[in-house]
């Protein structure tokens, strides 16, 4: 088995190859380590090897290991996993990033609870691109209405939008949604000034994600392996 340090080199070499074979600039893209179900020490590892960026989807989880980790000063957090209304308090409170923005109620309360002394709470609309009744996310129509109310809040700044594209083999389906979700970024990069976010792509479809413009890909077995039961 390798190391975490040696696994999250070889996640680098590989986004750095796709940023190249889409002929996109070397470091276009960031590399978020999605740490959920995974010890503290794994991310104190990745972290050694020089990782700052962790995306975790689970509340209670992550507010242990946020706890547990806070004498690393520079790390960033994104949450990422699917927001009930009562839990946006914590989730303002504690996370620099949110990636799953999908209902106006929880963009007004992460907005309102988001404290005063802290910068504005970096919001992505989650996008639910497949269509998949299962999948959370706005519809591509609730975007631009949802983008508008985030861009008048001044606890939030909008930086994009995030999916999770269908698990599915058929290579032309998810092209087709990739471009959706590529073109609904270029709408909104075009009407406000913050956004610089598309943040897609994981373990599995990673290349095929920068190759649509991802600047932000989300790698949990690809750095850690397996997830761990909870
Ligand atoms: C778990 C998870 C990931 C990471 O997935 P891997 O396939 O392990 O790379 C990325 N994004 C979200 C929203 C996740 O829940």
């Keep these: 088995?390798?190391?975490?340090?040696?696994?999250?080199?070889?996640?680098?070499?590989?986004?750095?190859?796709?940023?190249?074979?889409?002929?996109?600039?070397?470091?276009?893209?960031?590399?978020?380590?999605?740490?959920k179900t995974k010890p503290v020490e794994q991310l104190r590892a990745a972290y050694a090897s020089g990782q700052r960026q962790f995306g975790e989807n689970y509340l209670q989880e992550a507010l242990e290991k946020i706890a547990e980790l806070n004498d690393l000063e520079d790390l960033i957090?994104?949450?990422?996993?699917?927001?009930?209304?009562?839990?946006?308090?914590?989730?303002?409170?504690?996370?620099?990033?949110?990636h799953t923005v999908c209902r106006e109620k929880i963009a007004n309360r992460l907005n309102d609870q988001r404290p005063d002394n802290m910068p504005p709470l970096n919001v992505c609309i989650q996008v639910n691109i497949s269509g998949e009744a299962s999948k959370s996310g706005a519809t591509l129509k609730e975007v631009e209405s949802l983008a508008e109310l985030i861009n008048q809040k001044p606890q939030l700044k909008l930086r994009g939008v995030m999916a999770i594209p269908e698990n599915t083999g058929d290579h032309e389906k998810l092209a087709a949604q990739f471009i959706k979700l590529s073109d609904c970024f270029d709408t909104l990069k075009n009407k406000y000034a913050d956004i610089d976010t598309l943040s897609v792509g994981m373990s599995q479809d990673l290349e095929l994600a920068v190759q649509h413009g991802s600047t932000m890909v989300r790698l949990g077995?690809?750095?850690f392996g397996s997830r761990d039961n909870k």
């Design 1 to 35: 088995m390798s190391t975490i340090s040696e696994s999250l080199q070889t996640a680098y070499t590989r986004l750095r190859q796709a940023e190249l074979s889409a002929q996109r600039t070397s470091e276009s893209v960031t590399l978020l380590a999605v740490s």
């Design 77 to 98: 957090w994104h949450f990422i996993g699917p927001i009930q209304s009562n839990k946006t308090k914590l989730i303002a409170e504690s996370f620099e990033w949110v």
């Design 221 to 223: 077995t690809a750095i």
